[in-house]
């Protein structure tokens, strides 16, 4: 049974940082990453890192975010520096059993519940 547990989600303002973490139990993933959906959108890419911890970033969050992953905890980060209003929005926990190209919404084998991210102006 693949569970995927997020937490670190909350309110924060402007310019502040939160951090991310995602716990994988039952297998080890070759990839991990982060999508997030905000109100009325659809769900995006944000990072992923495989088990060599090669990364991939989205542009909107470049110099900005940084992931990373415990492989003996099967845990994986995300911390967030610098946050806009815009980064608003429930962050996903996703794997993969395969690497390749950036992860999509449509080739994901798992996904976490969500944790929400709030950026007040």
């Known amino acids: 049974q693949v569970q995927l547990l997020e937490s670190g989600g909350g309110l924060v303002q402007a310019g502040g940082s939160l951090r991310l973490s995602c716990l994988a139990s039952?297998?080890?993933?070759?990839?991990m990453g982060w999508f997030r959906q905000a109100p009325g959108k659809e769900r995006e890419f944000v990072a992923a890192i495989s088990w060599s911890r090669d990364t991939d970033l989205a542009d909107s969050v470049k110099g900005r975010f940084t992931i990373s992953r415990d492989n003996p905890k099967n845990t994986m980060y995300l911390q967030m520096n610098s946050l806009k209003t815009e980064d608003t929005a429930i962050y996903y926990c996703a794997v993969r059993q395969y690497t390749g190209n950036r992860p999509t919404v449509d080739d994901i084998d798992y996904w976490g519940k969500g944790t929400p991210v709030t950026v007040s102006s």
């Open positions: 039952g297998r080890i993933f070759a990839v």
